[in-house]
């Protein structure tokens, strides 16, 4: 019986491209899952679930994002502060008022794997309110 081998990308080898994804063309979801696969590098052909193989992203247009359904008046954030009754509710459409781009940074990282590298890869999420940027694409 023959044995398979298994290569191991090398980090040094590794090259980090640029995308550049345009936040109004879809919903807010699969806008955040496109992100996400190129944070992670699950387009590139030699991905390794362990290692960091992601792209730099810029989304541009964050403030036109588009929801379906009745999310923005439904939508609730919820976070606790650990102590009794201390849970806090934002709706959608107050965050979406306060910071577009933080709607968006939510939703893929929690798209994104409870890796260790996992605050490496939002580091190289670009989050911008126009169309125009000033990162090399």
Partial sequence: MKSQSITIPKIKDLKRYWHQVDASSDSMGRVATKIATFLRGKHKRNFTPHMDMG???VAINVD???FTGRKI????YFHHSGYLGGIKTTNLK?????SPEDVLKRAVLNMLDDVKFRKKLMARLKLVKGAKHDYKI
Avoid at 73 to 76: G, M, V
């Fill in 55 to 57: 792209d730099y992203v």
């Fill in 64 to 66: 036109k994002l588009k």
């Fill in 73 to 76: 008046a439904q939508k609730q």
């Fill in 94 to 98: 107050d965050l979406i008022q306060k």
